[in-house]
């Protein structure tokens, strides 16, 4: 692998530092008075920009990596399970939004004190931080190796941790002082900067190879040699170790987008930023829509490069060096060998804006979390009290400590993802598991029942680990001692370990709470 930078690359790079810094002044001049200006921006943030946040949030480096990585190895039936976001965003508009304005909470969890009492409250919070440590530091990862191969041409251990640093320092330092509102301008400016990379990705592809549109994609359609046709949209076969298909579409990825959407402190603190749940409702539903273009343009790119490597009828003969599991992914391969000099610069700041877009966020909502839901109920049970202003401090060193973890979970990523041997998009999704199950089980007991009570819902939250963690195939084997374990995708998981933490939850007797909140009954105000 031989790189070679230019000048341009190097340019483009000192502009892209140069946006950052000036983006982050400037984002940041606005003096945050309370935690809750500090997190929730005092609902003050226009529907349209906390769409595209919202956008930025979810998608991550892994969708600039592994959309790709999905074009070039499937078809499109990954843009399907958009359907179950959709439908998603349906029930959390219509079951969730509005109880959370009705009750003005800063994080989502503050939903369960008034069923189970502050215990819940305190449980669901630390099992969201397990989990979105588990996730974002996956995702992390992602973007390290990417930036690692393209700085020291290779993927060494010492590298990636050096890469990991350099991410996680800037996302920092990108929501340190103005919060959230901060958060959701810059995440406006990374989404320009990494779509814009892809589109001109797909137009130096589209230069670079000699055969018409038609052409391309009558060979998508038509592989050959018996292979199926890539441009196919929906699978309606049953495989229990295929998360793409109809069946996980309409169960385990409702199932999963409604845990994103409506329980993870990630996305729902975006929500909660708009002026009313209708604006929350509309940012939310908007932001699902536009998933759909911006999948398709990064599955699109490893479409074309399926064309590139595996088809050189079409290439006039000219076909570059084929992929190889050092390379990590078919883009990173291609961007380090065959895209013209002066547009990888282009490239690797485009990784880089996914990454931060989705790093920034994960701080400032889990910082949220560390500050509101754990440390000032901690002040007020032993009657402390603070001023304002020490809660906007107190979420600062929670953004430092939050770093340190998602920097600590990327390096472990490293050596787990490569044991997994799990496509990059699939690692990201099937890590979230691991906290949903048990936050959906909680969540749909208050939502539909008149069950549960602080002990089953801490009991549920546990179980919902556990059974997701004794479907992983690792764990299988060890229980079972066989080399090949049955392959459940995570959706499956999702799905199971739901509807068992849901039942433990249920198992628990109601129990009167000593606390003072408004119904759960909600509002559409």
């Keep these: 692998m031989d790189l070679q930078f230019t000048l341009l690359d190097w340019a483009i790079f000192a502009l892209y530092g140069v946006i950052l810094a000036t983006g982050g002044w400037l984002f ?3 003096k945050t008075a ?16 906390v769409a595209i946040s919202t956008l930025a949030t979810v998608q991550s480096a892994a969708t600039f990596l592994g959309g790709p990585d999905l074009g070039y190895g499937g078809d499109f039936t990954y843009l399907f399970t958009n359907l179950g976001a959709l439908i998603a965003a349906l029930i959390v508009s219509r079951l969730l939004i509005p109880k959370f304005y009705a009750q003005r909470v800063t994080t989502v969890y503050e939903l369960l004190q008034s069923r189970f009492g502050h215990t819940a409250k305190h449980q ?28 020291f041409n290779d993927i060494a251990a010492g590298h990636v941790i050096l890469a990991v640093a350099i991410l996680t320092l800037a996302g920092l330092l990108q929501t340190f002082i103005g919060g959230v509102r901060s958060v959701i301008q810059s995440d406006v400016l990374q ?29 998508l359609h038509a592989p050959g040699d018996g292979q199926p046709s890539k441009l196919a949209l929906i699978d309606a076969s049953w495989d229990l170790g295929d998360p793409f298909n109809v069946w996980s579409t309409l169960t385990g990825f409702v199932l999963l987008f409604i845990a994103s959407l409506g329980l993870d402190q990630d996305v729902s603190q975006r929500l909660l930023t708009c002026k009313s749940p209708r604006e929350g409702a509309r940012a939310m539903t908007l932001s699902v829509l536009m998933v759909v273009p911006v999948m398709l343009v990064f599955m699109a790119i490893g479409m074309l ?39 990888r610069g282009l490239v690797t700041i485009g990784v880089m804006a996914a990454a931060l877009s989705t790093l920034n966020s994960s701080v400032n909502s889990m910082a949220s979390v560390l500050t509101e839901d754990i440390y000032r109920s901690w002040l007020k049970k032993r009657n402390i009290d603070k001023p304002a202003g020490h809660f906007v401090l107190a979420g600062r060193v929670s953004m430092i400590l939050i770093a340190a973890a998602l920097g600590s979970m990327a390096i472990v990523c490293y050596y787990w993802q490569q044991y997994s041997d799990l496509p990059l998009i699939t690692f990201a999704l099937s890590v979230m598991v691991f906290a949903y199950s048990g936050l959906l089980g909680v969540f749909f007991t208050v939502l539909f029942t008149g069950r549960g009570n602080s002990t089953s819902a801490g009991l549920a939250l546990v179980t919902g680990f556990l059974v997701t963690l004794a479907q992983q195939p690792w764990m299988i084997s060890a229980i079972t001692g066989t080399d090949t374990p049955i392959d459940i995708a995570f959706t499956w998981q999702l799905c199971l370990g739901t509807a068992i933490a849901f039942a433990v939850c249920c198992l628990g007797r109601p129990e009167p709470v000593s606390v003072n909140h408004k119904s759960l009954e909600g509002s559409s105000a």
Excluded: C
């Design 28 to 30: 940041s001049r606005k």
């Design 34 to 49: 309370d935690s809750r200006d500090y997190f929730l921006a005092r609902n003050s943030m226009p529907m349209w920009m």
């Design 124 to 151: 669901a919070g630390v099992m969201y931080l397990v989990g979105r440590v588990f996730a974002s530091g996956a995702r992390l990862y992602m973007a390290a190796i990417a930036v690692s191969m393209i700085l």
């Design 191 to 219: 989404s320009a900067i990494y779509i814009g990379a892809a589109i001109a990705m797909i137009s130096v592809l589209l230069w670079q190879i000699p055969a018409t549109l038609p052409e391309i994609l009558a060979t």
């Design 305 to 343: 490069l399926y064309i590139v490597y595996q088809h050189p009828e079409l290439m006039g003969g000219t076909v570059g060096s084929s992929p190889t599991g050092g390379d990590v992914t078919v883009f990173m391969h291609y961007v380090l060998n065959e895209m013209p000099q002066g547009l």
